[in-house]
T-cell receptor, first 115, second 113 residues
Framework: AQTVTQSQPEMSVQEAETVTLSCTYD???????LFWYKQPPSRQMILVIR??????QNATENRFSVNFQKAAKSFSLKISDSQLGDAAMYFC????????????FGTGTRLQVTL | EAGVAQSPRYKIIEKRQSVAFWCNPI?????LYWYQQILGQGPKLLIQ????????DSQLPKDRFSAERLKGVDSTLKIQPAKLEDSAVYLC???????????FGDGTRLSIL
């Protein structure tokens, strides 16, 4: 079974600084997708960034980028120029490739952004 | 584009009572998901529909949980009877297809007394 591990329950970053959230996963599949979701206090889960396992290039979305290390099964999220609005729970998630769509989530990292 | 709508937003019941949640996915989204998010944990898939058919309900406690999507649009999730461990946020999500990005609703927070 696939598992997703987020070892940092809480992280804190100062406004305008950079922070990295860690995620590791375990799978025997070669075709899969990895995601980072943001869940603000209002609870609506929002997709931040997505990475296809077959792509070597790390995904980037504006201030958000990932460091995908396939051999190490590591998928970290870097947030640059942190803003107050980045404060939220961040969940790493895995989905097997093909027609499967079940998302397996980690336990989340709560990010605080301070002035 | 209107998002995924869920109701109620909050629900408090006593154990052994019944409760139902409603979800209206984004228009045109064929795939609908129900997740359970227990405090301090990530969401866990309970059931996935493709139109009005069940694709995956392997983690649904079928002795007390049921879900339906009769016309392939709205969906209801029911718990009968509720247990203390069912206290959680129940999230509904939808997507255009089984391997497309999932869009989540605000969730229903269920508290069991």
């Amino acid at each position: 079974a696939q598992t997703v591990t987020q070892s940092q329950p809480e992280m804190s970053v100062q406004e305008a600084e950079t922070v990295t959230l860690s995620c590791t996963y375990d799978t025997s599949e070669s075709d899969y997708y990895l995601f980072w979701y943001k869940q603000p206090p209002s609870r609506q889960m929002i997709l931040v960034i997505r990475q296809e396992a077959y792509k070597q290039q790390n995904a980037t979305e504006n201030r958000f980028s990932v460091n995908f290390q396939k051999a190490a099964k590591s998928f970290s999220l870097k947030i640059s120029d942190s803003q107050l609005g980045d404060a939220a729970m961040y969940f790493c998630a895995y989905r097997r490739g093909g027609t499967a769509s079940k998302l397996t989530f980690g336990t989340g990292t709560r990010l605080q952004v301070t002035l | 584009e209107a998002g995924v709508a869920q109701s109620p937003r909050y629900k408090i019941i006593e154990k052994r009572q019944s409760v139902a949640f409603w979800c209206n996915p984004i228009s045109g989204h064929a795939t609908l998901y129900w997740y359970q998010q227990i405090l301090g944990q990530g969401p866990k898939l309970l059931i996935q529909f493709q139109n009005n058919g069940v694709v995956d309900d392997s983690q649904l406690p079928k002795d007390r949980f049921s879900a339906e999507r009769l016309k392939g649009v709205d969906s209801t999730l029911k718990i009968q009877p509720a247990k203390l461990e069912d206290s959680a946020v129940y999230l509904c999500a939808s997507s255009t297809g089984s391997n497309q990005p999932q869009h989540f609703g605000d969730g229903t927070r269920l508290s069991i007394l």
